[in-house]
T-cell receptor, first 111, second 116 residues
Framework: EDQVTQSPEALRLQEGESSSLNCSYTVSGLRGLFWYRQDPGKGPEFLFTLYSAGEEKEKERLKATLTKKESFLHITAPKPEDSATYLCAVPQYRSWGKLQFGAGTQVVVTP | GAVVSQHPSRVICKSGTSVKIECRSLDFQATTMFWYRQFPKQSLMLMATSNEGSKATYEQGVEKDKFLINHASLTLSTLTVTSAHPEDSSFYIC????????????FGDGTRLSIL
């Protein structure tokens, strides 16, 4: 059975304190991995798609990387507006459309 | 681009009422839309896959007679929670994906359903 595990569950950072979030997965034939950001009371907002091991993508202070077993979301010099829950998701076996989500990492950045 | 609109954003109603939630893809066509449920501090759980012009596919444990899904056009899917009870109170979120297989799902802003 496909599994997606995110760690840590929660992360509290000082503004400017860089850190990384982890998403490890066990899926049959990974075809891609998605990162989303979710603010309280809102739907997830798409950040990145990674398709193959070794791929990296960047957006402002966020950088996502992918290996054969896990993905990292690096937050460089975070600001309070980066506070959110970050979710990773992988397509389920034989169904690109059905996503298996991790439980998320709640990030709080304090001034 | 890839904007998904969900309406209403919040519903409070009495037990026994049926509630309809709409999900629209505003700037793209979506042959497939998805309905999720999210409990506090938990991740998204897929309820059903909505296919334009055909019956929805429900996940194991989701009652299809309780959660009616209609996908009448390439830009609109609706979820009706029939005879809602307090245990149906939750955050319901829809998503849509452009037709190309490897494209991400884009999510609406969710509907907070509270059944009294």
């Amino acid at each position: 059975e496909d599994q997606v595990t995110q760690s840590p569950e929660a992360l509290r950072l000082q503004e400017g304190e860089s850190s990384s979030l982890n998403c490890s997965y066990t899926v049959s034939g990974l075809r891609g991995l998605f990162w989303y950001r979710q603010d309280p009371g809102k739907g997830p907002e798409f950040l990145f798609t990674l398709y193959s091991a070794g791929e990296e993508k960047e957006k402002e202070r966020l950088k996502a990387t992918l290996t054969k077993k896990e993905s990292f979301l690096h937050i460089t010099a975070p600001k309070p507006e980066d506070s959110a829950t970050y979710l990773c998701a992988v397509p389920q076996y034989r169904s690109w459309g059905k996503l298996q989500f991790g439980a998320g990492t709640q990030v709080v950045v304090t001034p | 681009g890839a904007v998904v609109s969900q309406h209403p954003s919040r519903v409070i109603c009495k037990s026994g009422t049926s509630v309809k939630i709409e999900c629209r893809s505003l700037d793209f066509q979506a042959t497939t839309m998805f309905w999720y449920r999210q409990f506090p501090k938990q991740s998204l759980m897929l309820m059903a896959t909505s296919n334009e012009g055909s019956k929805a596919t429900y996940e194991q444990g989701v009652e299809k007679d309780k959660f009616l899904i209609n996908h009448a056009s390439l830009t609109l899917s609706t979820l009706t929670v029939t005879s809602a009870h307090p245990e149906d109170s939750s955050f319901y979120i829809c998503s849509a994906r452009v037709i190309q297989e490897d494209q991400p799902q884009h999510f609406g802003d969710g509907t907070r359903l509270s059944i009294l």
